[in-house]
């Protein structure tokens, strides 16, 4: 029975161009076939996937594609401050998509100014408005929420919004927003939680800072902002508030943008200060207080260094928690079913091909452990995983070297090893480094400075260097 059933939903979708294993001699040595015909025919579903971001549609969508029987489950936790969104994970509603429309909004504040010196005469005097912005903004947000319930039909995906959970072998509860529970059943599992921000766990913070998740419908203006953090959502959000004209403070524990190329994350920072950014280095918040209610309110925050004993003090009117953030894998019952979690980062580990210590249970996206937090890394992880589960074939995600640009609005992409890195895995004198200062074309007329624009490249001196552009 199982046999006739899939074959009969394999020849039905002619279109597609994925070549069926069950004809393919490789598939039966390859152990795939097998695999396929192990399928449990008495669950609901072959595919249950938990969190519908990134990773979640994109494996949902193919696996649905392949002809599989598939469910999603996705439900978002308002943030402390009461903020939730649509469907589509963090990319789309409170990460990537607001904040490179935001990054634009600070980018055109930039191009106003040198469009002068193109010979545009603006008689008006020029301010932004930051609600006509998250208006506009949310509204495209929207539109992106109900194109993925579209595509999730069209494709005959069955979404649930609700919370998932496993509470045995091969079965979730799924609790809506109204707290009414249904249970459901599949032979294979995917989780793609993602992740979210952290709190500082001191006195004030979840009463008065907002987070990433708040800031992109923020129904009012921010004011004055302090940002705590270091990393990409801190720098990026601190960088287009200074790029509307807000008055901005970044602080910061120890280093900027850990993990990336210190030379060149210090190169980010110059460039933010010369828009305005204050930098406070080497101080964590210890307080939060509410001198005054409003939109925005103020705050009073208390420092202190984490070099020695001096501490500080500060008023914004907002106060912004870009901390890192914490994998959603705490409250989805892993443990009745015996899903290994790393305790200290809540991550989970798979192998190659994204399989959990339970071998019917996989994961894909922000919540894998040791890999890069990145939208396409995500989206191509879960897309490769339904092929190899349900369309017999083996390409494996490629994790490594994937490129990444941090928005501050300054662009800085980069790709491979940071130079501290490729130091520790080659030696320094193994390496060469080429570098240059560079002026874009459009920033020549607009008189913006010939000394911002950098670029280097990291060779190891036994590969080629012969494609070298700096050469
Ligand atoms: P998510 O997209 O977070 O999706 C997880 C989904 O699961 C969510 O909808 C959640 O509500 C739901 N969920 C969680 N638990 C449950 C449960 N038990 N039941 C049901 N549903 C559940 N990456 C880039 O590549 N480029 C960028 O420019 C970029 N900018 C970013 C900016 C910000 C401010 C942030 C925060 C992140 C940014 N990222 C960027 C990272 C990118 O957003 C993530 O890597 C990506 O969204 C991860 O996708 P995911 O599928 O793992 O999880
Ligand atoms: P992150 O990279 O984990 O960085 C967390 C930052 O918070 C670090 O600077 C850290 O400082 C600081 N911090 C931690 N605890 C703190 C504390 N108690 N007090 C003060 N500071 C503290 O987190 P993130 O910036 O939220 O980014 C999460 C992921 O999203 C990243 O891995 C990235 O891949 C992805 N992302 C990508 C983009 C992009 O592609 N453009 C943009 C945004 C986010 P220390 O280093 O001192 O600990």
Same mark, same amino acid.
């Given at each position: 029975?199982?046999?006739?059933?899939?074959?009969?939903? #394999?020849?039905?979708?002619?279109?597609?161009?994925?070549?069926?294993?069950?004809?393919?001699?490789?598939?039966?040595?390859?152990?795939?076939?097998? #695999?396929?015909?192990?399928?449990?025919?008495?669950?609901?579903?072959?595919?249950?996937?938990?969190?519908?971001?990134?990773?979640?549609?994109?494996?949902?969508?193919?696996?649905?594609?392949?002809?599989?029987?598939?469910?999603?489950?996705?439900?978002?936790?308002?943030?402390?401050?009461?903020?939730?969104?649509?469907?589509?994970?963090?990319?789309?509603?409170?990460?990537?998509?607001?904040?490179?429309?935001?990054?634009?909004?600070?980018?055109?504040?930039?191009?106003?100014?040198?469009?002068?010196?193109?010979?545009?005469?603006?008689?008006?005097?020029?301010?932004?408005?930051?609600?006509?912005?998250?208006?506009?903004?949310?509204?495209?947000?929207?539109?992106?929420?109900?194109?993925?319930?579209?595509?999730?039909?069209?494709?005959?995906?069955?979404?649930?919004?609700?919370?998932?959970?496993?509470?045995?072998?091969?079965?979730? #509860?799924?609790?809506?927003?109204?707290?009414?529970?249904?249970?459901?059943?599949?032979?294979?599992?995917?989780?793609?939680?993602?992740?979210?921000?952290?709190?500082?766990?001191?006195?004030?913070?979840?009463?008065?800072?907002?987070?990433?998740?708040?800031?992109?419908?923020?129904?009012?203006?921010?004011?004055?902002?302090?940002?705590?953090?270091?990393?990409?959502?801190?720098? =990026?959000?601190?960088?287009?508030?200074?790029?509307?004209?807000?008055?901005?403070?970044?602080?910061?524990?120890?280093?900027?943008?850990?993990?990336?190329?210190?030379?060149?994350?210090?190169?980010?920072?110059?460039?933010?200060?010369?828009?305005?950014?204050?930098?406070?280095?080497?101080?964590?918040?210890?307080?939060?207080?509410?001198?005054?209610?409003?939109?925005?309110?103020?705050?009073?925050?208390?420092?202190?260094?984490?070099?020695?004993?001096?501490?500080?003090?500060?008023?914004?009117?907002?106060?912004?928690?870009?901390?890192?953030?914490?994998?959603?894998?705490?409250?989805?019952?892993?443990?009745?079913?015996?899903?290994?979690?790393?305790?200290?980062?809540?991550?989970?580990?798979?192998?190659?091909?994204?399989?959990?210590?339970?071998?019917?249970?996989?994961?894909?996206?922000?919540?894998?452990?040791?890999?890069?937090?990145?939208?396409?890394?995500?989206?191509?992880?879960?897309?490769?995983?339904?092929?190899?589960?349900?369309?017999?074939?083996?390409?494996?995600?490629?994790?490594?070297?994937?490129?990444?640009?941090?928005?501050?609005?300054?662009?800085?992409?980069?790709?491979?090893?940071?130079?501290?890195?490729?130091?520790?895995?080659?030696? #320094? =004198?193994?390496?060469?480094?080429?570098?240059?200062?560079?002026?874009?074309?459009?920033?020549?007329?607009?008189?913006?400075?010939?000394?911002?624009?950098?670029?280097?490249?990291?060779?190891?001196?036994?590969?080629?260097?012969?494609?070298?552009?700096?050469?």
């Amino acid at each position: 029975m199982p046999i006739k059933h899939r074959v009969q939903r #394999k020849s039905l979708k002619t279109s597609h161009t994925v070549s069926s294993p069950l004809g393919n001699p490789q598939a039966h040595q390859s152990g795939v076939l097998q #695999k396929l015909l192990q399928e449990d025919p008495a669950c609901d579903y072959d595919l249950i996937v938990i969190g519908c971001g990134s990773g979640g549609l994109s494996c949902a969508q193919e696996a649905a594609a392949l002809g599989r029987r598939v469910m999603v489950l996705d439900l978002v936790v308002p943030s402390p401050q009461g903020t939730s969104w649509g469907l589509g994970g963090t990319c789309v509603n409170v990460g990537c998509i607001p904040k490179k429309l935001m990054h634009q909004a600070a980018l055109l504040g930039q191009a106003l100014t040198d469009s002068r010196k193109f010979g545009w005469e603006c008689s008006q005097q020029v301010k932004h408005n930051w609600e006509t912005m998250t208006e506009a903004i949310q509204k495209h947000v929207g539109s992106l929420n109900r194109s993925y319930q579209r595509a999730l039909r069209e494709k005959a995906v069955a979404y649930v919004n609700s919370y998932g959970e496993f509470v045995e072998h091969h079965k979730i #509860k799924a609790t809506n927003g109204k707290g009414q529970e249904t249970y459901y059943t599949a032979a294979k599992f995917v989780i793609a939680t993602g992740e979210r921000p952290r709190y500082l766990g001191i006195q004030g913070d979840k009463e008065y800072c907002i987070t990433s998740d708040d800031l992109f419908s923020l129904p009012y203006c921010p004011g004055a902002t302090l940002v705590v953090g270091g990393s990409s959502v801190a720098l =990026e959000c601190a960088g287009f508030l200074a790029g509307l004209g807000l008055e901005v403070t970044v602080m910061v524990s120890s280093q900027l943008l850990q993990g990336f190329d210190q030379e060149m994350a210090e190169k980010v920072a110059s460039s933010m200060q010369q828009l305005g950014v204050r930098f406070l280095r080497k101080f964590v918040p210890v307080e939060v207080q509410q001198l005054e209610k409003g939109s925005p309110g103020k705050l009073k925050v208390v420092a202190k260094s984490t070099e020695g004993t001096e501490m500080i003090e500060g008023l914004y009117n907002t106060v912004l928690l870009a901390i890192g953030r914490d994998s959603c894998t705490k409250k989805i019952g892993l443990e009745k079913i015996g899903v290994k979690v790393n305790e200290k980062t809540g991550k989970i580990p798979v192998n190659d091909v994204e399989q959990s210590s339970v071998p019917y249970v996989y994961a894909v996206g922000d919540v894998v452990e040791g890999q890069p937090e990145l939208m396409p890394v995500a989206v191509q992880a879960g897309r490769l995983l339904a092929r190899r589960l349900f369309g017999g074939r083996l390409e494996k995600c490629d994790y490594i070297n994937a490129p990444t640009v941090v928005f501050t609005p300054l662009e800085y992409g980069c790709c491979g090893y940071a130079e501290e890195k490729a130091v520790e895995v080659y030696r #320094k =004198e193994n390496l060469e480094v080429y570098h240059t200062l560079f002026w874009p074309l459009e920033w020549t007329v607009a008189c913006r400075d010939s000394n911002t624009c950098y670029a280097k490249i990291i060779y190891s001196k036994f590969d080629n260097q012969v494609n070298c552009p700096f050469r």
